[in-house]
């Protein structure tokens, strides 16, 4: 493999850990509420943003430039907080109606908080100056690669195995998981759904923004950087159908490392590959590489 | 009838409007009625057949850019052809993205559509030695039954023949998607909404005349679209982005999906206060959202459901 292969690819990858981290945010909330969150992107922007204040904040207060990530993680887990807000205050009134109200209201959310962010924030790029490269390069296979690419890379994988363990070995998960498969049931067995609603939603949208606060020192955050995204989120919970974690997991590396070879080889495709390929797997596998059936 | 003397008035009004109203507030009614036409289409689909789609900018886009491209590139100024073109266009892109979209409802269907819609917007974005990129194409003022208004000031010749060309499409869209809603294809579409199962079992063939009212949607956004351009003069890719489909769902909520006026009512509140808005601060979108989340949590009817207030709100339809 040349440099030039080694670097298209490690940035898919970094980028597919970042997609995987807002896309499994999406995948539990859909998973237990049946709800398609839009607002999403919006909780990736949210952290970014937060993430960007916060390690200002940090840096003014003379912390060790080395041990950066760590309020920045803090931060961007701690905003995740506004995911119970979002539920208690909007969504749990229209739990009775039919999903397209639930996603309208997600919509609003997605308009209130790009116009949020822009008032706290202002309308200019915000970036962490200089703290992307505070651990140094090391040289891969021939390239040389950012050596906070690869904390994130293993970040999300930890954090992808850590929902492992939630899922299949804690008793919330097994109640997660009765709540998706029967949701009448599993109320009818005394699981308290106000509680679940609560408790998930909120961890969909701290996966969001952690996955905002953790790409900040590698890209500026806009306002707009929200609704971009949750079309790329939308994509990989597609590809890897919806509900399931490890479709995001597959779904992320796919639009994550083909977006970064097609930037590289032919940059007019981009993003138009990747929908095509949702549009292929919608038409020939709705439920996605590993979702259930599609109604 | 109450109604018919509603809407006799409020045509009055709006063609009277050019006489009495300021031009600023002229001006405004154009992006009006074409919202008002696409939204008619879209309603067909979501209030009376029962599918959100959130991919409608994509065949808005494809009107205006498909006046766009006639009026720089191909020659053509004249409306009635380019409406022809738009309409022609956008039928031939509806037909196998109708297709593939009527054979999934609720959410797989929103997200095809969806797909769909930003399929089209990287198209635009990205050749943009085709299509200007973000910068858009500019679409030349068009010529109205075949008279050049070059010569005409630009302001005139919007809030005059061309204010008066709109209200007249306007109205024939409404004309005949009264005629269709009213007809018996009209009425097996709101059979297929609220129950598919027993339209299937009464012989109605559900997929087919879902894919026929998706057509017909996408023909009136087409047709619509095509009529934003004149007023800016330019059209751009953000017609086609998701947002842009997202507000157009909005709009109709605003009004009510389940009357036969409330998309266009809709279109005009949501034109009117997102302007008044934006001329008092810049942040509508947090206002707007607000909105929103009001009108689907308390409202789910939107203001024609406040207005008439016969049925109870329905809570498990749309």
Same mark, same amino acid.
């Given at each position: 493999?040349?440099?030039?292969?080694?670097?298209?690819?490690?940035?898919?990858?970094?980028?597919?850990?970042?997609?995987?981290?807002?896309?499994?945010?999406?995948?539990?909330?859909?998973?237990?509420?049946?709800?398609?969150?839009?607002?999403?992107?919006?909780?990736?922007?949210?952290?970014?943003?937060?993430?960007?204040?916060?390690?200002?904040?940090?840096?003014?207060?003379?912390?060790?430039?080395?041990?950066?990530?760590?309020?920045?993680?803090?931060?961007?887990?701690?905003?995740?907080?506004?995911?119970?807000?979002?539920?208690? @205050?909007?969504?749990?009134?229209?739990?009775?109606?039919?999903?397209?109200?639930?996603?309208?209201?997600?919509?609003?959310?997605?308009?209130?908080?790009?116009?949020?962010?822009?008032?706290?924030?202002?309308?200019?790029?915000?970036?962490?100056?200089?703290?992307?490269?505070?651990?140094?390069?090391?040289?891969?296979? @021939?390239?040389?690669?950012?050596?906070?690419?690869?904390?994130?890379?293993?970040?999300?994988?930890?954090?992808?195995?850590?929902?492992?363990?939630?899922?299949?070995?804690?008793?919330?998960?097994?109640?997660?998981?009765?709540?998706?498969?029967?949701?009448?049931?599993?109320?009818?067995?005394?699981?308290?759904?106000?509680?679940?609603?609560?408790?998930?939603?909120?961890?969909?949208?701290?996966?969001?923004?952690?996955?905002?606060?953790?790409?900040?020192?590698?890209?500026?955050?806009?306002?707009?950087?929200?609704?971009?995204?949750?079309?790329?989120?939308?994509?990989?919970?597609?590809?890897?159908?919806?509900?399931?974690?490890?479709?995001?997991?597959?779904?992320?590396?796919?639009? @994550?490392?083909?977006?970064?070879?097609?930037?590289?080889?032919?940059?007019?495709?981009?993003?138009?590959?990747?929908?095509?390929?949702?549009?292929?797997?919608?038409?020939?596998?709705?439920?996605?590489?590993?979702? @259930?059936?599609?109604? | 009838?109450?109604?018919?003397?509603?809407?006799?008035?409020?045509?009055?009004?709006?063609?009277?409007?050019?006489? !009495?109203?300021?031009?600023?507030?002229?001006?405004?009614?154009?992006?009006?009625?074409?919202?008002?036409?696409?939204?008619?289409?879209?309603?067909?689909?979501?209030?009376?057949?029962?599918?959100?789609?959130?991919?409608?900018?994509?065949?808005?886009?494809?009107?205006?850019?498909?006046?766009?491209?006639?009026?720089?590139?191909?020659?053509?100024?004249?409306?009635?052809?380019?409406?022809?073109?738009?309409?022609?266009?956008?039928?031939? !892109?509806?037909?196998? !993205?109708?297709?593939?979209?009527?054979?999934?409802?609720?959410?797989?269907?929103?997200?095809?559509?969806?797909?769909?819609?930003?399929?089209?917007?990287?198209?635009?974005?990205?050749?943009?030695?085709?299509?200007?990129?973000?910068?858009?194409?500019?679409?030349?003022?068009?010529?109205?039954?075949?008279?050049?208004?070059?010569?005409?000031?630009?302001?005139?010749?919007?809030?005059?023949?061309?204010?008066?060309?709109?209200?007249?499409?306007?109205?024939?869209?409404?004309?005949?998607?009264?005629?269709? !809603?009213?007809?018996?294809?009209?009425?097996?579409?709101?059979?297929?909404?609220?129950?598919?199962?027993?339209?299937?079992?009464?012989?109605?063939?559900?997929?087919?005349?879902?894919?026929?009212?998706?057509?017909?949607?996408?023909?009136?956004?087409?047709?619509?679209?095509?009529?934003?351009?004149?007023?800016?003069?330019?059209?751009?890719?953000?017609?086609?982005?998701?947002?842009?489909?997202?507000?157009?769902?909005?709009?109709?909520?605003?009004?009510?999906?389940?009357?036969?006026?409330?998309?266009?009512?809709?279109?005009?509140?949501?034109?009117?206060?997102?302007?008044?808005?934006?001329?008092?601060?810049?942040?509508?979108?947090?206002?707007?959202?607000?909105?929103?989340?009001?009108?689907?949590?308390?409202?789910?009817?939107?203001?024609?459901?406040?207005?008439?207030?016969?049925?109870?709100?329905?809570?498990?339809?749309?």
């Amino acid at each position: 493999m040349t440099p030039h292969v080694v670097n298209v690819l490690l940035s898919g990858v970094f980028h597919a850990s970042i997609l995987f981290l807002v896309a499994a945010g999406l995948q539990v909330v859909f998973g237990v509420q049946k709800i398609f969150n839009l607002a999403c992107g919006s909780f990736y922007a949210l952290g970014a943003y937060v993430g960007v204040s916060a390690v200002g904040w940090y840096a003014d207060a003379g912390g060790p430039p080395a041990l950066f990530i760590v309020p920045l993680a803090l931060a961007g887990l701690a905003v995740g907080a506004v995911g119970v807000v979002v539920e208690r @205050g909007l969504l749990s009134f229209v739990y009775d109606r039919d999903e397209t109200f639930q996603l309208l209201l997600t919509f609003a959310v997605v308009l209130m908080m790009e116009d949020a962010i822009r008032l706290t924030w202002g309308t200019a790029p915000r970036s962490t100056a200089g703290l992307y490269l505070a651990y140094g390069q090391v040289r891969l296979l @021939g390239a040389t690669v950012p050596v906070y690419n690869l904390v994130v890379i293993g970040a999300s994988l930890a954090i992808a195995l850590a929902i492992g363990w939630l899922l299949t070995r804690t008793a919330f998960g097994r109640i997660m998981r009765a709540t998706a498969d029967n949701r009448e049931m599993a109320e009818a067995l005394g699981v308290d759904m106000r509680r679940v609603s609560a408790k998930v939603f909120t961890l969909g949208a701290a996966l969001g923004t952690l996955g905002g606060a953790l790409v900040i020192p590698a890209t500026a955050a806009m306002s707009e950087m929200g609704i971009e995204l949750i079309v790329e989120a939308f994509a990989v919970v597609v590809i890897g159908g919806l509900g399931s974690i490890r479709g995001a997991f597959v779904g992320a590396l796919v639009v @994550g490392v083909l977006r970064s070879v097609a930037i590289s080889v032919y940059p007019e495709l981009e993003m138009l590959l990747i929908y095509l390929i949702v549009i292929v797997v919608l038409v020939l596998r709705p439920r996605g590489l590993f979702g @259930g059936a599609a109604t | 009838m109450k109604r018919g003397l509603v809407v006799t008035v409020a045509t009055a009004a709006v063609a009277a409007a050019p006489f !009495v109203a300021s031009t600023y507030h002229v001006l405004l009614m154009l992006p009006f009625m074409a919202y008002g036409v696409i939204l008619l289409g879209l309603n067909l689909l979501f209030g009376y057949t029962g599918l959100v789609s959130f991919g409608h900018a994509l065949f808005v886009a494809i009107g205006a850019y498909t006046g766009a491209f006639l009026t720089t590139h191909g020659k053509v100024r004249s409306l009635e052809v380019i409406l022809v073109a738009a309409a022609s266009l956008g039928t031939l !892109v509806a037909v196998p !993205v109708a297709a593939l979209c009527v054979r999934y409802v609720k959410i797989y269907f929103g997200m095809l559509t969806l797909a769909f819609g930003m399929v089209f917007y990287t198209f635009v974005l990205k050749f943009y030695r085709l299509t200007g990129g973000d910068e858009g194409t500019p679409f030349l003022r068009p010529s109205l039954l075949g008279q050049s208004l070059d010569a005409m000031p630009k302001v005139d010749y919007l809030a005059g023949p061309y204010y008066y060309y709109s209200l007249a499409v306007l109205g024939l869209a409404a004309l005949c998607m009264w005629r269709i !809603v009213h007809s018996p294809f009209g009425l097996c579409l709101k059979t297929i909404r609220d129950n598919p199962a027993k339209a299937e079992t009464l012989g109605i063939g559900v997929t087919r005349y879902r894919f026929y009212a998706f057509v017909i949607s996408a023909i009136y956004a087409a047709v619509g679209g095509a009529l934003l351009g004149p007023p800016t003069g330019n059209v751009d890719p953000t017609l086609a982005y998701w947002t842009h489909s997202g507000n157009l769902v909005f709009m109709t909520l605003l009004g009510g999906f389940a009357s036969f006026f409330g998309p266009v009512v809709g279109a005009f509140v949501f034109i009117y206060l997102q302007n008044w808005v934006m001329s008092i601060v810049p942040y509508w979108r947090l206002i707007f959202g607000a909105m929103l989340a009001v009108i689907v949590i308390f409202a789910p009817e939107g203001l024609m459901g406040l207005v008439t207030r016969r049925r109870p709100a329905p809570t498990s339809w749309p």
